[in-house]
Nanobody, 115 residues
Framework: QVQLAESGGGVAQAGGSLRLSCTAS????????MGWYRQAPGRQREVVAA???????KYADSVKGRFTISRDNVKNTILLQMNSLKTEDTAVYYC?????????WGQGTQVTVSS
């Protein structure tokens, strides 16, 4: 069974940092893009950052300059380094892995930023 294991969520103060990790396992197809999405209460899920298998990245405007996504293709792992956190970054963060046939989602990890 395919699994996306997320870790690293928690509580941080505004201005602080957190790092999220996601490892995809038991995926028999080649993993193309991977990324992080987030969903705050009462809002739609939105893309935060994404990275291709070649290392190209894209970010939501709201996190540019503060968040960095990186990837280890051998381990099918992505990291999201979140710096200068703001209270509006509070959300459940989801990892996503795309293949040519299916897209896979993690269970989500809560990130709470306090003022």
């Amino acid at each position: 069974q395919v699994q996306l294991a997320e870790s690293g969520g928690g509580v941080a103060q505004a201005g602080g940092s957190l790092r999220l990790s996601c490892t995809a396992s038991r995926i028999i197809f080649k993993v193309n893009d991977m990324g992080w999405y987030r969903q705050a209460p009462g809002r739609q899920r939105e893309v935060v950052a994404a990275i291709t298998s070649g290392g190209s990245t894209k970010y939501a405007d709201s996190v540019k300059g503060r968040f960095t996504i990186s990837r280890d293709n051998v381990k099918n792992t992505i990291l999201l380094q979140m710096n200068s956190l703001k209270t509006e970054d509070t959300a459940v963060y989801y990892c996503k892995a795309d293949t040519d046939y299916f897209d896979y989602w993690g269970q989500g990890t809560q990130v709470t930023v306090s003022s």
